[in-house]
Nanobody, 123 residues
Framework: QVQLVESGGGLVQAGGSLRLSCAASGRTFGRYSMGWFRQAPGKERQFVAA????????YYADFVKGRFTISRDNAKNTVYLQMNSLKPEDTAVYFCGADLLLSHVQSGSPDYWGQGTQVTVSS
């Protein structure tokens, strides 16, 4: 069982930055692939970024490439999403997810989900 808690969301102006954190419980965090997802009002949840258990394999959605960076610290049981050059269309609730299989994270179907953190980007 893995429990995930996101933090770091908030209100920021367009062009600004935020760093989201996702803290995981459990001693086996280092075995899990991790991902970030987002859901805007009235829209389906979409994949943002994923990291393999080691951080050696990283994937991004095209709309965040060059702006967002996923990273993880297995010693701290935490995965991060650094978001730069934010746009109003990045406004959404951001979720982290965990799964033993990276493919499940990439496909948007991780076993475990956090409750989400709101990111609002004003124009």
């Amino acid at each position: 069982q893995v429990q995930l808690v996101e933090s770091g969301g908030g209100l920021v102006q367009a062009g600004g930055s935020l760093r989201l954190s996702c803290a995981a419980s459990g001693r086996t965090f280092g075995r899990y692939s991790m991902g970030w997802f987002r859901q805007a009002p009235g829209k389906e949840r979409q994949f943002v970024a994923a990291s393999s258990w080691s951080g050696g394999a990283i994937y991004y959605a095209d709309f965040v490439k060059g702006r967002f960076t996923i990273s993880r610290d297995n010693a701290k049981n935490t995965v991060y999403l650094q978001m730069n050059s934010l746009k109003p269309e990045d406004t959404a609730v951001y979720f982290c997810g965990a799964d033993l299989l990276l493919s499940h994270v990439q496909s948007g179907s991780p076993d475990y989900w956090g409750q989400g953190t709101q990111v609002t980007v004003s124009s």
